[in-house]
């Protein structure tokens, strides 16, 4: 027996071709035929973008390979061999700690050879286009490019021009798909299902592009979403997408099974949104004593990077119901089973993405 086999029957991932599984739908897809019979399907584009106009199938097909990638993080050798001999690119143009280190972690634990980009450091800074970038890196033997860009719509731009994947690692104020599937990867985990459950997500949605993949994932999969912080950092655009919007946090955390804090973020702003930080957090920062009067078993997240007593204090940041640091680890695995899908098995002939949304908000 081959070790890939081997290593496929140890994590329970089956061996059908790159992006085709064969997979029993769990508890939130609920229809007869979920129920009664197993169901093929596969992740359809050869990007990973964002998650709007993503499937419920697609999604429960990322969340449950990630399932069997976790198994190996608990391994003595966290090493499996799918992706060995491809090559996957980090093409970075904003900083990043978890979604690149973990991306770069994921792919290594798959066996692929692992180049990670800068582009502070890199010829971008001589006036390199995206597009001839990405195009010296596939013709050095590139399988995927997983980029950060300051820019909405910068990966998907790539996407259209180039013939190997793109995954968005972060787009400007749009997207941030492999956050939101950590997000419900996590939420999963702990709350058994996603279905009916309501997600309180609170701050700065207008440039949160974490805020919009969860929005998608979460509606998607059956979840009610609040959006929560002042209406100068909620579009009212979003109601039309069935969120709820509150300004008054109190008011917001009644009944909620999962509050999503998110950082205000500074850097893409280009006028006061509020008066003061200190402002900020009296109104919209998660304490410990908004925290108390939460539903039990309430849990806390937080994509990072935190500002400790901005939008949440430390002791709740580092409470029995913060989830944040397993959100971190779980992007390894959810990482792990989007490069699975994307990238491994038979070369296959991709179809240029038809993507043309590239931003909600911008
Ligand atoms: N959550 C997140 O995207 O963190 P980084 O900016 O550190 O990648």
């Given at each position: 027996?081959?070790?890939?086999?081997?290593?496929?029957?140890?994590?329970?991932?089956?061996?059908?071709?790159?992006?085709?599984?064969?997979?029993?739908?769990?508890?939130?897809?609920?229809?007869?035929?979920?129920?009664?019979?197993?169901?093929?399907?596969?992740?359809?584009?050869?990007?990973?973008?964002?998650?709007?106009?993503?499937?419920?199938?697609?999604?429960?097909?990322?969340?449950?390979?990630?399932?069997?990638?976790?198994?190996?993080?608990?391994?003595?050798?966290?090493?499996?061999?799918?992706?060995?001999?491809?090559?996957?690119?980090?093409?970075?143009?904003?900083?990043?700690?978890?979604?690149?280190?973990?991306?770069?972690?994921?792919?290594?634990?798959?066996?692929?050879?692992?180049?990670?980009?800068?582009?502070?450091?890199?010829?971008?800074?001589?006036?390199?286009?995206?597009?001839?970038?990405?195009?010296?890196?596939?013709?050095?033997?590139?399988?995927?490019?997983?980029?950060?860009?300051?820019?909405?719509?910068?990966?998907?731009?790539?996407?259209?021009?180039?013939?190997?994947?793109?995954?968005?690692?972060?787009?400007?104020?749009?997207?941030?798909?492999?956050?939101?599937?950590?997000?419900?990867?996590?939420?999963?985990?702990?709350?058994?299902?996603?279905?009916?459950?309501?997600?309180?997500?609170?701050?700065?949605?207008?440039?949160?592009?974490?805020?919009?993949?969860?929005?998608?994932?979460?509606?998607?999969?059956?979840?009610?979403?609040?959006?929560?912080?002042p209406?100068?950092?909620?579009?009212?655009?979003?109601?039309?997408?069935?969120?709820?919007?509150?300004?008054?946090l109190?008011?917001?955390?009644?009944?909620?099974?999962?509050?999503?804090?998110?950082?205000?973020?500074?850097?893409?702003?280009?006028?006061?949104?509020?008066?003061?930080?200190?402002e900020y957090?009296r109104i919209f920062?998660?304490?410990?004593?908004?925290?108390?009067?939460?539903?039990?078993?309430?849990?806390?997240?937080?994509?990072?990077?935190?500002?400790?007593?901005?939008?949440?204090?430390?002791?709740?940041?580092?409470?029995?119901?913060?989830?944040?640091?397993?959100?971190?680890?779980?992007?390894?695995?959810?990482?792990?089973?989007?490069?699975?899908?994307?990238?491994?098995?038979?070369?296959?002939?991709?179809?240029?993405?038809?993507?043309?949304?590239?931003?909600?908000?911008?």
């Amino acid at each position: 027996m081959s070790t890939f086999k081997k290593m496929m029957e140890k994590t329970a991932l089956p061996l059908f071709s790159n992006k085709t599984i064969l997979i029993s739908t769990g508890s939130d897809a609920m229809t007869e035929k979920s129920k009664t019979e197993k169901a093929k399907i596969s992740w359809k584009s050869k990007d990973c973008l964002g998650l709007r106009g993503v499937s419920r199938d697609e999604i429960e097909l990322v969340l449950n390979t990630a399932r069997s990638m976790k198994e190996i993080h608990s391994r003595t050798v966290k090493k499996v061999p799918p992706l060995r001999g491809k090559v996957a690119v980090s093409l970075f143009y904003e900083p990043s700690t978890r979604t690149r280190t973990s991306f770069e972690l994921a792919a290594t634990r798959l066996s692929a050879d692992v180049i990670s980009i800068a582009a502070s450091t890199s010829s971008v800074v001589k006036g390199e286009t995206i597009i001839d970038t990405a195009n010296n890196l596939r013709v050095m033997g590139t399988d995927v490019i997983i980029m950060r860009h300051n820019l909405a719509g910068a990966p998907h731009h790539l996407a259209r021009n180039i013939d190997i994947p793109v995954i968005n690692a972060g787009d400007g104020t749009n997207e941030h798909p492999t956050q939101a599937l950590l997000d419900m990867f996590t939420i999963r985990e702990h709350k058994g299902q996603l279905e009916g459950l309501t997600v309180a997500i609170v701050g700065d949605i207008i440039h949160g592009r974490v805020a919009h993949s969860d929005m998608w994932g979460l509606l998607t999969m059956g979840a009610k979403v609040r959006f929560v912080g002042p209406p100068t950092l909620i579009p009212e655009s979003v109601k039309d997408f069935g969120v709820e919007v509150y300004h008054n946090l109190d008011e917001a955390l009644e009944g909620v099974d999962v509050i999503n804090m998110l950082r205000i973020q500074r850097e893409r702003m280009t006028k006061n949104f509020f008066p003061s930080s200190k402002e900020y957090s009296r109104i919209f920062g998660l304490n410990m004593e908004r925290l108390k009067r939460c539903k039990p078993g309430v849990l806390v997240m937080h994509p990072g990077p935190i500002n400790r007593g901005v939008e949440i204090d430390s002791d709740v940041a580092d409470c029995k119901s913060s989830v944040i640091l397993e959100q971190v680890t779980n992007g390894i695995a959810v990482r792990m089973a989007l490069l699975y899908l994307l990238v491994s098995g038979e070369k296959e002939t991709h179809e240029k993405t038809t993507d043309s949304t590239p931003s909600l908000f911008e």
